[in-house]
Each structure stands twice: as C-alpha cells, then as structure tokens.
C-alpha cells in the first residue's frame, strides 16, 4: 500500500527560490540543500572527465565555493536550464584547473615534456592511437591537452554530452529519492530489486518473499511516480 507523502507539485514549485534563497549568505539550509543535491553530480562528471576521486572532491569543493561567490552575479534569463548551463561552465573551468594542476605536478616531477600519465589509466602510453578510445578518454584528452592554457576549452562535445547524460542521472536520482519517500518501503524493495537491480520478477519476488504479482504491481506504480516525478523536475527545472 502507498503512503502518500506530503510533497506536492507546489512544494517542487519552489526550487527556483533556491537560487534566492543561495544569494543569502545566511540561509544556510538552503547551502545544505544545494550540496546535497548537486555535489554528486559535480563529483560524478569530474570523475567521468578523467580525475581522481580526490581531484573530483576538489572539483565539487571548489565549484560550490565559486557558486556561493557568483550567485549574486546570476541573473536567470527565464528560460528553463538557465542554472544548469551556467553551473555547467563553472564545473567545466574548475576541471581544467585539476588537470593543469596535474600538468603542473608532472612537469615538476619529470622535469620535461608532459607525458600520456594525464590520461586516465596513467600508464596507456603504448596504446595505438584511436585504439579502445572512448568518449571519457576523449574528454580528458581535450582537458590534458589544453592544461597549459588560461580557459578550458570553449566548445566541446564529448564533455556536453557527458554533462548531459549526467544531468539525466541527476533528475532520475532526484525523483526516485522523493518516490522513496513517496511509497511503502516493500513497494519500494521490490521494484529496487527488479528495475534497479536488475533482478527476474521470480528471482525478485523469491528474495523479497512475495509473489510475481506484487513485483509486477511495484514495477507499474513505483515506475509511474517516478517518471511523473521526473517529468516535474524539468517543468520546474532552474
């Protein structure tokens, strides 16, 4: 059985005060609710980008830290991803800073010309150009090689994409976080087990000691909300 919570599309309505709300040094409530919905997603494209995760905790870190100095210097242009583009940028500059601090280490420590080390994998220099190439290797290949120069690089379409499909994820961990809250916790084991883990309906029925139909039942009406709630958050996107 769902246990209705007490959000509402109104209370969803509100996250573009958050932008507000961030302009108020002393709202800090509204600090904490910004990095918990947004650190992730900053850690989760710099690491795709090609960092490490201490690079990647920095790149988050030192994004937030720019936010909280440029949010007074925002103006939203009223179009919906008004926010999303523009923190794109900051996260796109504080990434091009770890790898020119990279860049930086490896000139100290090699005392000549950079090396393949900026690849991820660091130790891939024999490959055969092009040979098992991704769009992350080509990410942070257009980051490596632009570690010496004063910007990132101003257009480039592996990044976008990866920014993009990180946002996706972002919205789709947003709304089943609220769903979470939204439903019984057994609704909200079962589809876990089937559409989250991947798990058979009879495979997942027998670990949660149910029967197919409830699996069923979950998959449908949990799936429901979250593409609702999906839908919700790009209306009322930044």
């Known amino acids: 059985m769902f246990c209705m919570s007490t959000e509402t599309e109104s209370s969803m309505a509100t996250r573009p005060s958050l932008l507000a709300r961030l302009k108020d040094w002393s709202q800090q409530t509204a600090w904490r ?13 710099a690491r795709k ?37 523009w923190l794109y940028q900051q996260a796109r500059w504080r990434i091009a800073d770890q790898f020119r601090e990279r860049a930086k280490a490896n000139r100290r420590l090699e005392a000549g010309p950079l090396t393949p080390s900026l690849s991820p994998g660091g130790g891939e220099g024999d490959r055969r150009p092009g040979e098992g190439e991704s769009d992350d290797t080509n990410i942070a290949d257009s980051f490596a090689h632009g570690a010496s120069d004063a910007v990132a690089p101003e257009v480039d379409p592996a ?7 990180e946002w996706e994820e972002h919205l789709r961990q947003s709304a089943l976080a609220r769903v979470k809250r939204q439903v019984s916790a057994r609704q909200f084991q079962l589809f876990d ?46």
């Open 193 to 238: 087990l089937h559409v989250l883990q991947g798990l058979t309906v009879r495979v997942a029925a027998k670990a949660a000691g149910t029967t197919m139909a409830a699996v069923y039942m979950a998959k449908s009406r949990v799936g429901r909300l979250v593409r609702r709630k999906i839908g919700r958050l790009r209306y009322f996107e930044l």
């Open 33 to 45: 609710e910004f990095d918990h919905d947004y650190a992730p997603l900053l850690r989760n494209v």
């Open 49 to 85: 980008a090609g960092l490490t995760d201490a690079e990647a905790d920095e790149v988050a870190q030192e994004s937030l830290i720019a936010v909280a100095k440029k949010i007074g210097e925002f103006k939203h242009a009223g179009n919906r991803g008004s926010f999303r583009a």
């Open 159 to 165: 990044f976008e994409r990866l920014w993009a499909a």
